[in-house]
């Protein structure tokens, strides 16, 4: 392992340049001799993990954030397991984006390559630390990993036993490394290593990825903050929106493509808001709303304007009644992160005008928001969900983890012949 950052991205380059010819068949020996190791060292990672756990207890750490640090034999499997699933997925590297013989002859082909040397920052959730490197691994991006101090011994043993798997592979250890040190120097390093990081990709909390945001010279690709929204219409099916909502509400709150606030159109909220206000107090939801949902139950806790902004990640929602589907559009322009945002509605002009002017990486008729997932959307892993427009929004699967450059194949071609010039 290196000592400083800059160490550690030069070494990253000269693995990410070897990466960049391995073939499908390497990459995935060394995927599954990698989920192989830690089966078999979860020992080791499991004491390693345990003084992470030991620590944050100590200091009175969320349950919620302690239980996302802990690590169990069956989460290494879990997470193995994971690693193995990323052997099944195409290898994006080479595939011909298009193509096409130009009227000189010239044969052009758009393909795609990795970007190079990633770098991941992220919070404290060691099975990123695998679920990163593996993803970057496939898609033959060497990988600098920048998790929190909270989980640094998890994530020490974790790189340490992926990369002597990757050595017993034949591939490059510094293919897969954490980056040195545990202070905000560190991270700012990282944030400043233009040149030799080709990407940065933050993962977690809103002040994690506008800390990386707002510092960084480093191109980055922003993930993560999702205050969704469900919009029911006036043309909607009552049950079918209360049975929706809590499902996008309750059955994860934690994530980011839970919903946090929920909009009622005026005609229909008689019926449908004391339905859900109900279905909602079932699943432990609170419901913080404004004076035209709080009219219908006295359990109803009143709305600030800060509600209605934030992302709870709990068992937490906003409520308002609305006059049109305009006005809802207009109230998810003011509030949306541009994540996720759902209509429900069995009118087909309704759904087509809220797809069309909604602007959200995922725009959805009459599902729950939790589908905005790679694997749900069928693209096996992510990285994380995009909430930006250049140069991925969405679900980042392998794809998304490279560019493309071109490749020109002529026969003697010059410009001077070129009559078109």
């Known amino acids: 392992m290196t000592n400083t950052v800059t160490d550690a991205a030069l070494a990253a380059r000269e693995a990410a340049a070897e990466l960049a010819v391995c073939t499908r068949a390497q990459k995935d020996r060394a995927l599954r001799a990698m989920a192989d190791a830690l089966v078999e060292q979860a020992p080791r990672l499991l004491a390693a993990n ?43 590297v080479g595939e011909v984006v298009r193509g096409s013989t130009l009227p000189n002859g010239l044969e052009l082909r ?16 060691p099975n990123v630390t695998v679920d990163a490197a593996g993803l970057c691994l496939k898609s033959g991006n060497a990988v600098l990993l920048r998790g929190s101090s909270s989980a640094r011994e998890s994530n020490t043993a974790l790189v340490a036993v992926l990369r002597e798997a990757l050595t017993s592979s034949g591939l490059p250890a ?28 933050p ?37 079918l929106a209360v049975e929706l ?37 079932d699943a432990g939801v609170t419901v913080h709303g404004d004076a035209s949902i709080a009219a219908y139950s006295a359990d109803v806790v009143a709305a600030q304007e800060s509600d209605f902004e934030d992302e709870y990640l709990s068992l937490d929602i906003a409520a308002t009644v609305v006059d049109s589907l305009d006005a809802a559009v207009a109230h998810i322009r003011k509030y949306s992160s541009g994540h996720t945002e759902v209509i429900v509605t069995q009118s087909q002009a309704a759904a087509r005008a809220f797809t069309a002017r909604v602007d959200a990486a995922a725009v959805i008729v009459n ?33 998304e983890l490279t560019s493309t450059k071109y490749i020109v194949i002529g026969d003697g071609q010059t410009r001077a012949r070129n009559a078109s010039s």
């Open 50 to 92: 345990a003084g992470d756990v030991a620590r944050a207890e100590a200091a009175g750490t969320d349950t919620g954030i302690v239980d996302r640090l802990r690590l169990t034999q069956a989460r290494i499997e879990s997470i193995a397991e994971a690693l193995r699933e990323v052997t099944a997925l195409p290898d994006p």
């Open 110 to 125: 758009q393909v795609r390559v990795p970007f190079g040397v990633v770098g991941i920052i992220y919070e404290a959730r």
């Open 174 to 201: 510094d293919a897969v490394q954490l980056v040195p040190g545990d202070t905000h120097d560190s991270v700012t390093e990282l944030l400043r290593a233009r040149g030799l990081v080709d990407v940065v990709i």
């Open 203 to 239: 993962r977690g909390g809103a002040a994690l990825i506008r800390n990386v945001v707002q510092n960084a010279i480093v191109p980055v690709i922003e993930t993560g903050v999702g205050n969704c929204h469900v919009y029911v219409d006036a043309d909607a099916d009552p049950e």
């Open 245 to 281: 909502l809590v499902d996008s509400k309750a059955q994860r709150p934690s994530v980011c493509n839970a919903a946090e606030t929920f909009l009622v159109h005026k005609d229909i909220a008689d019926v449908f808001v004391p339905k859900a206000l109900e279905a909602l107090k």
């Open 367 to 399: 599902a729950s928001t939790r589908f905005t997932d790679g694997g749900e959307f069928g693209f096996g892993a992510e990285i994380g969900i995009s909430t930006q427009k250049l140069h991925a929004r969405g679900p980042m699967g392998l794809p």
